[in-house]
């Protein structure tokens, strides 16, 4: 299993610029990522 720090890198990598404004400066509580295609963050 992957690091959560290193999924949470990535999933941030992967986000839209939209969905920064709300994930920006707050801890992810759950991330949900299938690489390439989705990332789900839950604030």
Same mark, same amino acid.
């Given at each position: 299993?992957?690091?959560f /720090?290193? =999924?949470a890198?990535e999933a *941030?990598?992967?986000a839209?610029e939209g969905?920064v404004?709300?994930? /920006? !400066?707050?801890?992810?509580?759950?991330?949900?990522? #299938?690489p !390439?295609? =989705? *990332?789900n963050i #839950? #604030?």
């Open positions: 299993m992957r690091n /720090d290193k =999924l890198e *941030a990598e992967h839209a969905a404004k709300f994930i /920006d !400066g707050k801890p992810a509580k759950k991330i949900i990522a #299938v !390439g295609r =989705l *990332a #839950v #604030v």
